[in-house]
């Protein structure tokens, strides 16, 4: 069990459009779900923390307005990359938790390019 | 100083040995701690909780390590299929703080 799915895994954009990457918990239901970007040869780094109903909780230099999260339910949560450009570029994962013990388990990632 | 430190590696060890490398932070506060291993250009996957108490699963052993403030795992028996890089997880305060992980080479 905890498997997640993120969708599309591979997006190519042009600079100024806007990209919507989904993550799903597909057999359980998260209560909290991570954003997290990840740079080549660098850590997760964690971008915002949301729970279903509510408004994300995003990391200091994280913008809101740029990265809008939106968990609609226990098992989906999208962020939308708003007038992306070349450095949003990057690898994004998702990640679900159970439960407040914090075990996560990520989807694959979406590697962005924006041209 | 980083809340979360580990030693970037990269660990090249032969097939069969043991290896252990830590992980340390800073902030007594920390409540759950987790060790992922990540592959290249791939997810991070869940390895192992770490317990008080310590714990072991299969030829991983996991120790946490309050009163000096690190975590640590051994892996017994490497296999080629070891090789990634383990990232230590800590979570304080409902923040999650991810080390930068150790890169393990198994040479064969």
């Known amino acids: 069990g905890a498997v997640v799915s993120q969708h599309p895994s591979r997006v190519i954009c042009k600079s100024g459009t806007s990209v919507k990457i989904e993550c799903r918990s597909l057999?359980?239901?998260?209560?909290?779900m991570f954003w997290y970007r990840q740079f080549p040869k660098k850590s997760l780094m964690l971008m915002a923390t949301?729970?279903?109903?509510?408004?994300?909780?995003?990391e200091q230099g994280v913008e809101k307005d740029k990265f809008l999260i939106n968990h609609a339910s226990l098992t989906l949560s999208t962020l939308t990359v708003t007038s992306a450009h070349p450095e949003d570029s990057s690898f994004y994962i998702c990640?679900?938790?159970?439960?407040?013990?914090?075990?996560?388990?990520f989807g694959p990632g979406t590697r962005l390019t924006v041209t | 100083r980083k809340e979360v430190e580990q030693d970037p590696g990269p660990f090249n060890v032969p097939e069969g040995a043991t290896v252990a490398f830590n992980c340390t932070y800073s902030?007594?506060?920390?409540?759950?701690f987790f060790w992922y291993r990540q592959d290249c250009r791939k997810e991070p996957k869940l390895l192992m909780s770490?317990?008080?108490s310590g714990n072991e699963d299969g030829r991983f052993t996991a120790q946490l390590n309050r009163a000096s403030q690190y975590i640590s795992l051994l892996i017994r028996d490497s296999k080629l299929s070891d090789s990634a890089t383990y990232l230590c997880?800590?979570?304080?305060?409902?923040?999650?703080?991810f080390g930068k992980g150790t890169r393990l080479h198994i040479l064969p």
């Open positions: 990640s679900a938790s159970k439960d407040r013990a914090y075990e996560q388990y």
């Open positions: 057999d359980f239901q998260a209560t909290t």
């Open positions: 949301s729970n279903e109903g509510s408004k994300a909780t995003y």
């Open positions: 902030n007594s506060a920390s409540q759950s």
């Open positions: 770490v317990y008080s």
């Open positions: 997880v800590v979570n304080r305060d409902d923040k999650i703080i």
